[in-house]
């Protein structure tokens, strides 16, 4: 695990306690929950450990201004009517020279199709015939990440007036790192995050002791005016019905070596894509952009 290489390879706890505050963000699990070898395949297929934490120049660095949803609204304009929306498929059976989609809303048949959500989705599906054992397994093994995100709105950036960035990191059993996420249009705001161990246990409580025990902790970091917000919201990513969980799958201890193979590899007309099967920016959005291009290759060769 990362927890078993940090303790080996690691003698100071506050760096201890950095790369635990830091990997939850990241993975949203706990440093025992984690393969070492996916950890460091993580951190290569984004240029190594840095750019993955960074701001500036890094993979926290950019935001699309009218919000993420702004991306695949557009591509929906693009696709127009072949775009059916609340139609999720609850079975794939694979029969000759074609594939048969079923769901509440009907059936669509098609000569492949390429399956783009994660793992822990990707297995609630039923097919016909059933998927290969080590990808069934590889499935099995892998979860989403657990994760709260926290939006804090204020009349003015007080910690920028304080002389402080805005962004922490923190061992507390609440929030383990901070961001400024002020928009464009100038609304000052911090973005927390409660991941891992602390979002299982603060997404069981009562909303609004997650708010107090979140704002508590940033006034301990920021001071007291952290607690003025003028605006709170949160969401607990596990209960998102079609992520359920945030911001990825990660691997366990052995998946990779004994099924990671698996994880890729068509099964007859089925192709999967989906950033978690990216070599490249794996867990983000542009390892999404490779795993598409990759199964749309596969697919215009078959």
Avoid at 74 to 82: I, P, V, Y
Avoid at 210 to 215: S, Y
Avoid at 224 to 242: G, I, K, M, N, V
């Amino acid at each position: 695990t990362l927890e078993a290489m940090k303790r080996r390879l690691i003698p100071s706890q506050d760096v201890r306690d950095l790369l635990d505050a830091s990997m939850r963000v990241v993975f949203g699990a706990e440093p025992r929950e984690i393969s070492y070898l996916h950890f460091l395949f993580y951190a290569n297929a984004a240029g190594g450990l840095l750019p993955l934490i960074d701001v500036e120049g890094g993979a926290q660095q950019d935001r699309f201004v009218d919000g993420a949803q702004s991306l695949p609204d557009r591509l929906a304009k693009d696709l127009g009517d072949a775009l059916h929306l609340g139609s999720p498929v609850e079975a794939i059976e694979q029969t000759g020279a074609l594939v048969t989609l079923r769901g509440p809303s009907g059936t669509v048949k098609a000569r492949h199709v390429i399956i783009a959500v994660p793992p822990n989705l990707a297995a609630r599906i039923r097919f016909e015939p059933q998927l290969p054992a080590p990808l069934d397994m590889l499935w099995q093994r892998t979860p989403m990440g657990s994760t709260i995100k926290c939006h804090l709105l204020y009349d003015r950036k007080f910690w920028k007036e304080a002389g402080l960035s805005g962004e922490a990191v923190s061992n507390s059993d609440v929030v383990s790192v901070v961001f400024d996420n002020s928009t464009h249009q100038g609304q000052p705001a911090l973005l927390a995050f409660v991941v891992g161990d602390a979002a299982r246990r603060w997404g069981a409580q009562d909303p609004e002791q997650r708010r107090q025990a979140v704002v508590d902790t940033l006034v301990r970091m920021f001071g007291p005016q952290a607690a003025r917000y003028t605006h709170y919201q949160d969401l607990d990513w596990s209960q998102e019905l079609w992520t359920r969980g945030c911001p990825n799958c990660a691997f366990p201890p052995g998946a990779w070596t004994t099924l990671g193979q698996a994880s890729r590899r068509p099964v007859g007309r089925i192709h999967w894509a989906g950033t978690e099967t990216a070599t490249q920016w794996y867990g983000f959005m542009e390892g999404a952009l490779e795993a598409a291009e990759r199964a749309a290759t596969e697919v215009l060769r078959a």
